[in-house]
C-alpha cells in the first residue's frame, strides 16, 4: 500500500492500516513536518475515532476544551452554542495547533511499525491490472514502487489527484484569510470557548492551550496590519483589548472544491485532496480524518482476502456525500461573514440570534458542530432499519439515554476494535436463555464463514420503551463507529445477508 501525504489524513490512514496489519509505504514531499499549521478544531466525532485508537488522554492532555460558541455582531453577543448538549460524551471541540495533532498521530503510526519516509515526491504514477506503478523522487534518486492500491492525502495540490484525471471542482473564495497566534490582554470571558465578531472586519478567535488564541480574520486589503486590523475589530466589545505575545501572522487564500470522484481504479484520493473549504466552520482536518477511518478498514479486509474489491467502492458513496455537505455549509458560513449591505447584515443577525435563542435550533446547531449529523444511510453497504436513535448507517452513540429513571447506556467502550462489533441488545422482556443461544449463534456463524467480527457483545436495558427497539436488537457495528445493520428480528439471515453485502460473496 502506497500512501502519498503525511498530514492528518495521510498519518491517521497509514497507522489505522498498519494495526490491521497491511504493510504500508507513507511519503511525504517535505523534510520535516511543518513547526507550524493550521487547524485548531477538533470536534466531537474525530475525539471519539481517537478515543476508540486509545489517543484519548493524549490528545485531551495537549489540547484545551472549546466548550461554547459565542457569535457577536454589531457591537453585541447575539448567543452562544454549548456543545455540553451535541450529545457526545465529548461535549467540546478541542483546541489543538494541527502540528500537534500531526505530531499524536506519527507517534501512534510508529507504534504500529509504521513511519514517514520524508523528502520524498510522488512524480508519476501508471494504473495497471495488478495496481499502480509509482514514479519517487526521494532526494536525487528517482524509484518506482509497485502498489496494489495508492492513496492520495497529498493536501489542495494533489499530485495524485492531477496524474489520475481527477476533477476537482469548485471555485475560489475571493476574499484573503488571515492567522495569528496572540494572548488578549483584557480578555474577560471563559477561555473554554471559540468566539466569532462577525462586523465588516471579521474575526474569529479559537482557543489554543495556555490561554492563547489563534485568530483568524478578513483582512480589509492585502496590504493591512493584521494585528491593528484585529484589534480595531476587537476594541468593538473589549474596549480595552490588545493582542500581544504575537505570532506567525500570515495571509491565505482558501477554495471551495470537491474530488470529481474519490477513486480511479487502484488510487483514491482522501482529506484536502477530495474536498477543501472555507475554514469558517473548521471542517477540513476532521473530515480528512473521517475519510481515513473510513477506508482503512475497508482496504484491510480487501488487502487480506477477507472482502472482494467491490466494498471499496462505498468509500466515495459514503464520503463524497459528506464533503458536499461540509462545503456548502462552510461556504454559506463564509459569505455569512461577508454581507456587506446594512440590512442584509441586520437580517442576518435576526435569524442568527432567533435560532440561539431555540434550544431545539441550538441542540441541532451543537450536533452539526460537533460532526454528529454524518451519516451513510442509503449507502450500498448498510442495511436494515434506519430508525433513529440507532438505525443503519447512523454513528453509534457514546451513550443512550433512556427512558426517565432508567439511566443511560454507555457504548462507547464497545467499539474499540479493529473489526465489526456485534451488539445485542437486549430490552427488559428479553428471555435469557434466547440471548445467550443468539449470541453464541451469531459468533458461530461469522467464523464458520471468513471472519468479519472480532466480538459479540450484549447489553440489557432495564428499560428500552421510546427507542423502537425490537425486545432483542442486533446492531453490526464497522470499525469507524457506524452502525453497517440494524436487525430486530430474523438476526441470524439478518447478518448473513450483510456479510455478503461488505464481503461481496
Ligand atoms: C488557516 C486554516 C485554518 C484551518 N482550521 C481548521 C480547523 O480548525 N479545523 C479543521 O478541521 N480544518 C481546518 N483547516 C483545514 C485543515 O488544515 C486541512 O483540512 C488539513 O490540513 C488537511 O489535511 P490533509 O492531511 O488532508 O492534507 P495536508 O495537511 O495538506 O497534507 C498534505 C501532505 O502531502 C504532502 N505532499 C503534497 N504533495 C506531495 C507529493 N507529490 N508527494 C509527496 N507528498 C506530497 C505535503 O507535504 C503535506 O505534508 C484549516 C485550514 C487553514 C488554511
Redesign the pocket.
Known sequence: MLV????????LLAAELQRRGVPTLL????AQ??HW???????ALSLELFEALGLEEAFLAAGCRQRRLLIHAEGRRLGEVDLAGSGSRYGFNLGLS?EVT?SILTGHLERHGGSVQRS????GLQPHDGGVTAT?ACGEQEQTVEARWLVG????????RELSGIGFEGHAIPRA?A?FDAVVEGWADTYEANAAYLDTSPLIL?ALPGQRW?V?MRPATEQSDLVSEATAALRRYLPSARFHDVENPSR?H?HTRVASVFRAGPVFV????AH??S?AK???????LQDAANLAWKLALVHHGVAGPALLDSYEQERRPVAEQVTRSSDAADQAQLLERSGERAARDRVIAAMLADPASRAQEAVAEAELNVNYAGSAITAGSEKPPLGAGQRLPTTIALPPGAGAAHLHQLTHRRGHTLLLLAGPEADPEALAELRAQLKEADTAASRLVEAVESIRLEESSGLGLGPLTLLAVRPDGFIGLRADTDHREALGQYRQLVLGR
Open positions: 502519498v501525504g503525511a498530514g492528518p489524513t495521510g498519518l511519503i511525504d514531499a517535505r513536518a511543518l499549521d493550521r487547524a485548531t478544531v477538533i470536534h494541527e500531526e520524498c515526491r510522488l512524480q519517487i492525502c497529498d493536501g489542495l495540490r494533489s499530485t495524485t484569510w492567522v479559537t489563534r483568524y491565505f482558501c482522501a482529506g484536502d485532496a477543501v473549504c475554514p473548521g471542517h477540513g482536518l476532521n473530515c480528512g
